[in-house]
Every structure is written in C-alpha cells, then in structure tokens.
C-alpha cells in the first residue's frame, strides 16, 4: 500500500519560511520523480516544483529563487523549502510520487499552508 505523508504545513506572516516534508512508503522511493503541487481555493491544482531521481529539479515561475525542493533517498522524503513567503502562496500543498516510466502517480492527503498577517 502505497502512503505519501505530509507534513509541516501552518500559518505563517508574509515574508517567513516554513519546510514541508513528505514522507514515502510503499514504493520504490529512490526511483521515482517526487513533486509539491497546491491548490488555492476556486483554483485548479498546479505544479509548484519536481525533482527526479538524479537530483535534477523543476519549478514553477511564481516560486522560482523562493522555494527549493530536495530529497532524502534513505529517509523516503521529499521536502519543500519555502522562503519569502507571499499572500497567494496560501494553499493547500499536495505531495505526488510519479512513475518515470509507467507513469502511475499517487497523491498525498495534502497540507494547509496559509500565509496571512
């Protein structure tokens, strides 16, 4: 049974940090591309950043030099560093795990992360 976790995800003021962690079981972790997604309310999900199994990583322009993706391959995690937080950051974060062949994903349950004053 495949299991993505999230955590780390709270209100924070514009212009803090906050490091969400995703924590994989059931799968073989080191192989497949790991990603954040999130989805502010009335909008549809979209892609935040992705890292594949060589390190290499993707993101969105809208958190380009704010946001860092990284992954642990002996913890099963993938984290999320958020800096400079901004209003429309507000979202609820998804954690996804994605075959690099197959191409099957899963999904974590997801993580509120609101950024208000």
């Known amino acids: 049974q495949v299991q993505l976790v999230e955590s780390g995800g709270g209100l924070v003021q514009p212009g803090g940090s906050l490091r969400l962690s995703c924590a994989a079981s059931g799968i073989i972790f080191s192989i497949y591309t790991m990603g954040w997604y999130r989805q502010a309310p009335g909008k549809q999900r979209e892609l935040v950043a992705t890292?594949?199994?060589?390190?290499?990583?993707n993101y969105a322009d809208s958190v380009k030099g704010r946001f860092t993706i990284s992954r642990d391959n002996a913890k099963n995690t993938v984290y999320l560093q958020m800096n400079s937080l901004k209003i429309e950051d507000t979202a609820v974060y998804y954690c996804n795990a994605r075959h690099p062949i197959s191409r099957s994903y899963y999904w974590g349950q997801g993580t509120q992360v609101t950024v208000s004053s």
């Open positions: 890292i594949i199994s060589g390190g290499s990583t």
